[in-house]
């Protein structure tokens, strides 16, 4: 009797702390499955050959997720591709929305133009991406998942892989930290030029630059931060090196 009541208390403490891993974790097979799920979904709507990074459960909205690759480029450039509901949007704005069922979704367009943008910018300024008072250079996108029908272009790459229609809804953003505490007069120029050439020629992508953080006394962060953020929509309200420093905040 005792062994019995002591192998009912040990399956209650098991299926307990399954049944919290799967509440906050998700159920093991379901994460495998989504990766496999992945892999074939960018093969058929993009024809692309990719492998998985493993995957994610998101126990606040009940979803999974897979991250994959392309085989044939850099692992770090990572494609998300997650299991979400969708709705039927066509009724009335106060009627609650018809759920039609589950389908899976790729942020791909964001990884893809966001590269081409990086790649762009090193091509176009050099100088930018080489100054020491720089000390980190990324491009930062939109994060938006499309299904399997939506967000394709007409063409494709060298290899016949299919390329995402470039999104129209948020630019890229151009973000820069610098290693100093000042924007120098140098830097300054550096932007201007910049701004003035993406204005005329591309590519379109809005400006974060922020400064070194004030040196920490006693633990405890002392004075303000100067950073410029600009809009592209903006970057012709830039006319030299006055208005650029104008644009100028502290936080």
Same mark, same amino acid.
């Given at each position: 009797?005792?062994?019995? /009541?002591?192998?009912?208390?040990?399956?209650?403490?098991?299926?307990?702390?399954?049944?919290?891993?799967?509440?906050?974790?998700?159920? $093991?097979?379901?994460?495998?499955?989504?990766?496999?799920?992945?892999?074939?979904?960018?093969?058929?709507?993009?024809?692309?050959?990719?492998?998985?990074?493993?995957? =994610?459960?998101?126990?606040?909205?009940?979803?999974?997720?897979?991250?994959?690759?392309?085989?044939?480029?850099?692992?770090?450039?990572?494609?998300?591709?997650? *299991?979400?509901?969708?709705?039927?949007?066509?009724? $009335? %704005?106060?009627? %609650?929305?018809?759920?039609?069922?589950?389908?899976?979704?790729?942020?791909?367009?964001?990884?893809?133009?966001?590269?081409?943008?990086?790649?762009?910018?090193?091509?176009?300024? $050099?100088?930018?991406?080489?100054?020491?008072?720089?000390?980190?250079?990324?491009?930062?996108?939109?994060?938006?998942?499309?299904?399997?029908?939506? &967000?394709?272009?007409?063409?494709?790459?060298?290899?016949?892989?299919?390329? $995402?229609?470039? %999104?129209?809804?948020?630019?890229?953003?151009?973000?820069?930290? /610098?290693?100093?505490?000042?924007?120098?007069?140098?830097? /300054?120029?550096?932007?201007?030029?910049?701004?003035?050439?993406? *204005?005329? =020629?591309? %590519?379109?992508?809005?400006?974060?630059?922020?400064?070194?953080?004030?040196?920490?006394?006693?633990?405890?962060?002392?004075?303000?931060?100067?950073?410029?953020?600009?809009?592209?929509?903006?970057? &012709?309200?830039?006319? &030299?090196?006055?208005?650029?420093?104008?644009?100028?905040?502290?936080?």
């Amino acid at each position: 009797m005792k062994k019995l /009541l002591l192998a009912v208390v040990v399956l209650a403490v098991l299926y307990g702390g399954f049944y919290v891993y799967a509440e906050m974790e998700g159920y $093991p097979w379901k994460r495998a499955q989504i990766q496999k799920d992945a892999v074939r979904y960018m093969k058929e709507k993009y024809g692309m050959e990719t492998k998985s990074a493993g995957s =994610s459960f998101n126990f606040k909205f009940d979803t999974y997720s897979a991250k994959v690759y392309d085989v044939r480029g850099d692992e770090e450039r990572i494609i998300h591709v997650e *299991r979400n509901a969708y709705y039927d949007e066509s009724g $009335p %704005p106060d009627e %609650p929305m018809k759920r039609l069922g589950e389908r899976l979704e790729d942020n791909y367009a964001e990884v893809y133009w966001g590269l081409r943008t990086e790649e762009r910018l090193r091509e176009t300024f $050099p100088r930018v991406y080489g100054n020491e008072e720089i000390g980190r250079i990324r491009v930062v996108t939109t994060y938006r998942l499309q299904a399997l029908e939506e &967000g394709l272009s007409a063409e494709r790459d060298a290899d016949g892989v299919r390329i $995402p229609a470039k %999104p129209t809804e948020h630019y890229p953003t151009w973000d820069i930290r /610098l290693t100093s505490k000042e924007f120098s007069e140098a830097l /300054l120029e550096e932007l201007f030029s910049a701004i003035r050439l993406m *204005r005329n =020629s591309g %590519p379109e992508a809005d400006l974060n630059v922020y400064a070194a953080l004030a040196e920490e006394k006693e633990g405890e962060t002392r004075g303000k931060t100067k950073y410029l953020n600009l809009e592209f929509e903006k970057f &012709g309200t830039i006319n &030299g090196i006055e208005d650029l420093r104008a644009a100028l905040s502290e936080y």
